[in-house]
């Protein structure tokens, strides 16, 4: 494994990224197998349905409808659950990337050797893209394998879907990550700043469906794409998708141009 | 003379607050073994990073085998091996799994050459590094920096660590390598290895290249603080006019002294009594630059002192 810089990383990581694809497993696992057992659940949809629309609108994009398990699902696992599980994965890592070296000293022995700096983004990035999809694999079974051992109805397409929208989300906000890693050399600064980035987007997104005057802003944040079409159960929506792989583009070119143009701390 | 393999022009390296390094001047041949000697601090790693292209310079240039240090980066780092200063390895791999991960970056065919060197130096490359003392990683990362048996070799304090016995294992390779040809740049803040293992020693201090100098004319030039004990007691007159004896104390049965060049004289003046203890101190670096080049140092002219061999005068070393 030990043939390159993505090499390395996988070499590094792959139990990491098993262990935590097995627990982000757990979740959707749990939700899809509990959902035949809520026996209140009308109670609860007749609950939700006296909320204030506003309310209601916070929580999920969707008209909240408990009587099928995606709208269960959409409630409870990817208004929050999923993309944190992916973006927990991908704003460390990324932030990481280049300033993780950087800070722990080993980036100069690394840079030593005959290897372009842009080739150290770009291979870390294509390693945490891997790691990206097999923690979203992860969650996938774990919806399965629920559906599978409940006898629940689930769309385990538009739950591809879905979980693919997170990962989308996690690359977009990967990105800032990688870029903030690569221009300050500082990797917990980095992770924190687009972790702050996510909680904004979040609320930005969230308020957009609640305030009048916000609504048109609600484009800016990665979460508007991620959710907004609703993919589990309309699918994703290629537009949005776009929107995402363009977030983490950019982060990804702004993170080589400043990698390679910076002094190297250490 | 053919081309240097290392050169630098005006080669300058500003941060805000803290020192880089000013108008450096240097000349590295192809096959020697060149010191870099100064304290810590001196600028010695940032001159390092500037060549290795780690940090890019505010003014001037550096050129290795004749390339461009920016443009040309890529090139010349593969055909240079490097220990860093203040070395940090890879914890999670092993030292085969270094040397294996180095060897694909490198294009290298296979690790048996970082082998070789391992045996010398008794580097146990099997167990994890996390698991390793200081020393075996300095050893590791010996062996990393010669593995590819490269022509240029840049060790930032290579000895940091090492016990007696590696370390003068490391001074026999350092022989071999210049027997072979190949081209050493070793920076160090202890003089009796530079001495041990250079032909040629540049001198920095406080960012400014003081002096480059052959270790021959260094030596002769050695300084040492002298100690002697009497079991009689001693006049002062008996050694002040001893040559190269200086700052010279007598204290009832002791002595002590700051000798240049050749201790002979001294000992034989103190020959003619009766002797009970000889104690010789290695001077620290601050009070070399002092005897050698004044304390006008940091303040001093930056380009009129061209870094050509034997620069600084007698005058100098009287006055201090």
């Known amino acids: 494994m030990l043939r390159s810089v993505f090499g390395k990383v996988v070499h590094d990581q792959w139990r990491m990224v098993l262990g935590w694809a097995a627990f982000a497993a757990i979740w959707p696992a749990m939700y899809v197998a509990l959902y035949p057992s809520i026996g209140a659940i009308g109670d609860m949809q007749r609950l939700l349905d ?72 770009v291979e870390k990035s294509a390693a945490f893209v891997i790691g990206t999809i097999v923690i979203g ?5 774990g919806a399965a394998a629920g559906a599978a051992a409940v006898g629940v109805d689930l769309d385990l397409g538009l739950v591809g879907q879905a979980i693919a929208s997170s990962c989308l989300l996690g690359f977009a906000l990967g990105g800032v990550a990688l ?11 980095a992770a924190g700043v687009a972790l702050m980035i996510t909680i904004a987007g979040f609320f930005l997104n969230g308020l957009g469906a609640l305030v009048d005057w916000i609504e048109p802003w609600r484009p800016i944040s990665p979460f508007y794409h991620y959710i907004a079409n609703d993919p589990l159960s309309n699918g994703l929506d290629a537009g949005h998708a776009l929107v995402l792989v363009a977030w983490a583009l950019v982060g990804g070119v702004v993170a080589v141009v400043a990698f390679e143009r910076r002094d190297l701390s250490r | 003379m053919p081309d240097p393999i290392i050169h630098t022009e005006r080669l300058t390296k500003r941060y805000g607050s803290a ?12 096959g020697e073994v060149f010191g870099f000697l100064g304290p810590n601090g001196a600028g010695k790693t940032t001159t390092i990073r500037l060549l290795l292209d780690f940090i890019r310079p505010t003014s001037g240039r550096a050129l290795l085998f004749g390339l461009d240090s ?15 200063g203040e070395l940090r390895l890879y914890d999670s791999l092993s030292g085969v799994e270094l040397l294996t991960f180095f060897a694909h970056l490198r294009g290298l065919p296979s690790i048996d050459g970082g082998r070789r060197v391992a045996e010398r130096l008794d580097c146990d490359l099997t167990r994890e590094i996390k698991a390793l003392s200081h020393g075996n990683r300095q050893k590791l990362g010996l062996v990393q920096a010669l593995m590819g048996d490269p022509e240029l070799t840049i060790f930032d304090e290579p000895t940091l660590g090492l016990d007696p016995l590696v370390q003068a294992e490391f001074f026999k390779l350092v022989d071999e390598l210049r027997a072979a040809g190949r081209t050493l ?11 041990r293992i250079c032909d040629r020693v540049g001198i920095i201090r406080e960012g400014r290249l003081l002096a480059v100098e052959s270790v021959s004319d260094l030596k002769r030039r050695a300084l040492r603080r002298l100690e002697l004990r009497f079991a ?36 034989r003046a103190a020959l003619e009594l009766r002797v009970e203890d000889v104690i010789s101190h290695e001077p620290s670096l601050e009070e070399i630059f002092l005897a050698f080049y004044g304390d006008g140092v940091a303040g001093g002219p930056p380009s009129s002192a061209t870094p050509t061999t034997g620069a600084p005068t007698e005058e100098v070393s009287d006055v201090a």
């Open chain 2, 232 to 267: 009689e007691p001693v006049s002062p007159e008996r050694f002040a006019r001893v040559p190269g004896v200086r700052e010279l104390v007598i204290n009832g049965l002791h002595l002590s002294c700051v000798v240049t060049g050749s201790v002979d004289p001294v000992l």
């Open chain 1, 50 to 121: 006296q909320m204030p629309p506003a309310v209601r609108e916070f929580f999920a994009s969707s008209s909240l409808d408990l009587s099928s398990p995606e709208g269960f699902l959409n409630m409870e696992l990817f208004t929050f659950v999923a993309p944190l599980l992916v973006l927990a994965y991908t704003v460390v890592v990324c932030g990481g990337a280049t300033a993780g070296e950087e800070e722990v000293g080993t980036m100069d022995l690394l840079l030593a050797n005959p290897l372009p700096r842009w080739r150290i983004v």
């Open chain 2, 19 to 30: 020192r880089g390094i000013e108008e450096l001047d240097l000349d590295v041949r192809a």
């Open chain 1, 179 to 189: 870029a903030i890693g690569a221009i300050t050399g500082r990797r917990w600064l």
């Open chain 1, 137 to 141: 694999i992860g969650m996938w079974v």
């Open chain 2, 185 to 195: 740049f070793v920076s160090s803040h202890n003089l009796p290895e530079i001495q």
């Open chain 2, 70 to 84: 920016r443009r040309d980066s890529r090139a010349i780092r593969r055909r240079i091996g490097y220990l860093p």
